[in-house]
């Protein structure tokens, strides 16, 4: 019909056996699952730390452009002074028009105090009182890791003057100058 003949039982058993020495064997194949197994093992370790340094980078980040937003919040609301609210300094833009509680000026996701593996917030606010107005005339940025160890290693701080410092705790008891 096709032209081939039919094969009989021994040409198949004998074609079926060659197949399978081509194939790989089960000591091969757990060979290569074990240098797999390796690799991971050297790899996953690594990659814990770049995640972690990208937090820490992306923290510091965060911390530099809080502190920029803050001297641009002074300048903007000089009555004002500096915010104690990171929902002051952000707000989003098709609310309206900026303002002292929604100056816009910096991303919903860091306003939020989350971002990155870091949790932020402005403390040590001091105020004095112009005109039976509250105005702050200090603060302190603080970002520290959600869980030390995996989302970064270190807590970093800065206040008006635009030092940034770190604890190598992981906290807010920030004395080292970042380098």
Known sequence: MNGREPMSFEQNHQRSTRELEAGFTLIELLIVMSVMLILMTLAVPQMLKLTKTAHETSAIQ????????QLQYNS?????????????????????????????????????????????????CNKVTVNNQDMYT???????????GKTGDRGFCSD???????????GTNCTQPIQ
């Not at 965060?62 to 937003?69: F, K, L, Y």
């Not at 200090?138 to 030390?148: F, H, R």
């Open 62 to 69: 965060s911390v530099r452009t809080i502190v920029q937003a």
């Open 76 to 124: 903007l609301y000089p009555a004002n002074g500096f915010s104690c609210s990171l929902a002051q300094l952000g707000g989003d833009p098709k609310s309206g028009a900026p303002s002292a509680q929604s100056a816009q000026l910096i991303a919903p996701d860091l306003a939020s105090g989350n971002k990155a593996g870091y949790t932020f917030a402005l403390t040590n």
């Open 138 to 148: 200090s603060y302190e940025v603080t970002a520290v890791p959600n869980s030390v």
């Open 160 to 170: 008006e003057n635009n030092r940034i410092t770190y604890d190598p705790a992981g």
